[in-house]
């Protein structure tokens, strides 16, 4: 499975409903990305749409800029280095 998420840009006109991350029911929510699944042997494609309030709409989009400023796993290394 994955997740797809577009935070920032309002995909559909805000509604009333359940937030996907808080689980509260009832608030102005706007649909900010997809949980997909591929087709194969056996399975059908799914995407269900997921929607979020706008608190949890701002926190995703600092979990993604926290986690686009984050170094990676492995630092480079120069090949000019001894390993």
Known sequence: MNVRLRLGVTLVIPGMGTCFMCRRSELAIVACGELTRTGGPGHEAIEIPLY????????????MIADAQRS????????????
């Open 52 to 63: 979020a309030c706008g608190a949890c709409e701002g926190q995703l989009l600092l979990l």
């Open 72 to 83: 990676p796993v492995r630092p480079y290394v120069p090949d000019w280095l001894p390993h």
